[in-house]
């Protein structure tokens, strides 16, 4: 009898875990034992190296073709779908047959709510690869004619919020921005941009003015409950290691931050999971450490260095790929023009009310009134 043989399944499951996919299936015919292990939908080690592959972004060879091995459990498409590269599932995967409430669930995990749209025919598997051609199209043309039109949101001071909409051709939310702080007397201000949340396919951008006002009343205080759910976290340190969006490390500051989440928040929030954030916001909106949450610079009264959102919060979606995680400026990465100047950041996608309830529930308590188009809403 061999040590293996006494181990225990759940043992050999971890082991088995640690290897890559390659070996892992080369691992599975060497043994009867083995083969039930892996087969084991409740052990499945393969969610380690899947989740490995997922994150680096490079996936191996065998990942293409691993729908068609049976000893594969059929709930690890579900991770698959939700979060690999569009491009990888529409021209190099080999996709499963699954049940319609399993492409249901990936539809839901990876994409906006405010898609639900295109879902008017047609079975749930159908619905999600025409959504992968859309991504695939919108992110590698510049034809709009399937969204002529793309929806945007203002969170206004007076607790209002208007859903407007811009013509996708031309569609520039730096440009749309410099024209509402004109409006406003603010455009003598500097522009700040912060990434609010990184989806698979999206990620939300606000566009604001941070500077100490002369006046309370200048305040927007729906900007800052959006970015920083009231009671949701506390920070105590500046320092930071910055990782990229895919949450591998990348580069190392002063030192560690440590992020204490408030008793209150526990039941209050609850982790974003339709659709599921990228591993760099896992927690949202809780903080998330590791440098790809930026919502949070500085600590406590020193956020920001004092300084305060005034005017309109603009909301936007924009669409992602390999390109845009490329850092294109000389300035702040992951703030600020590094996130709408450079290959990649160009294409936009609509973001409507259940996009909004859907990122940022508690805001349904902060807003006193929802507007379709400019204006008051008298």
């Not at 779908?81 to 669930?105: G, I, M, V, Y």
């Not at 949340?197 to 900007?223: C, E, H, M, W, Y």
């Not at 009310?353 to 379709?372: G, V």
Request: glycine share 6%; hydrophobic share 40%; aromatic share 8%.
């Amino acid at each position: 009898m061999s040590i293996l043989d006494l181990l225990p399944v759940e043992l050999i499951a971890v082991i088995l875990s640690e290897l890559d996919l390659k070996s892992l299936i080369t691992v599975s015919y060497l043994s009867r034992r083995l083969h039930r292990v892996v087969s084991d939908a409740t052990l499945n080690p393969w969610r380690g190296p899947i989740s490995r592959n997922l994150s680096s972004g490079t996936y191996e060879e065998c990942l293409r073709s691993l729908s068609v091995r049976s000893i594969v459990p059929r709930q690890n498409w579900v991770d698959i779908l939700s979060t690999a590269r569009f491009d990888f599932l529409l021209f190099e995967a080999t996709l499963p047959n699954l049940p319609e409430s399993t492409w249901e669930q990936c539809f839901k995990r990876r994409f906006l709510p405010g898609w639900m749209k295109w879902k008017k025919e047609g079975k749930w598997r159908e619905v999600f690869s025409k959504m992968l051609i859309r991504l695939w199209h919108r992110t590698t043309t510049f034809c709009t004619v399937e969204e002529a039109w793309t929806k945007y949101i203002v969170l206004n001071r007076n607790g209002s919020a208007n859903l407007l909409e811009g013509s996708s051709r031309t569609f520039n939310p730096l440009a749309i921005f410099n024209e509402m702080k004109l409006q406003n007397n603010l455009a003598h201000l500097e522009t700040s941009i912060r990434l609010v949340v990184q989806l698979v396919d999206v990620r939300i951008l606000a566009f604001g003015v941070l500077t100490k006002p002369r006046g309370s009343f200048l305040v927007n205080k729906n900007a800052r409950a959006f970015l920083r759910p009231p009671g949701a976290i506390t920070q105590s340190s500046d320092a930071d290691s910055l990782y990229d969006i895919d949450g591998s490390r990348r580069t190392s500051l002063q030192s560690s931050i440590h992020f204490e989440l408030s008793t209150s928040a526990m039941g209050d929030y609850s982790t974003l999971t339709h659709p599921q954030p990228m591993p760099s916001h896992s927690n949202y909106p809780m903080y998330t450490p590791g440098g790809g949450d930026m919502r949070w610079l500085g600590s406590r009264e020193l956020e920001d260095q004092g300084r305060q959102w005034v005017g309109g919060l603009m909301l936007t979606a924009q669409l992602t790929t390999a390109q845009t995680r490329i850092p294109s400026t000389e300035g702040p990465e992951l703030q600020d023009l590094d996130l709408v100047i450079g290959p990649g950041r160009g294409q936009y996608a609509s973001l409507t009310w259940a996009d909004l309830s859907a990122i940022a529930p508690w805001m349904e308590e902060h807003l006193l009134k929802k507007i379709d188009g400019p204006g008051l809403g008298n």
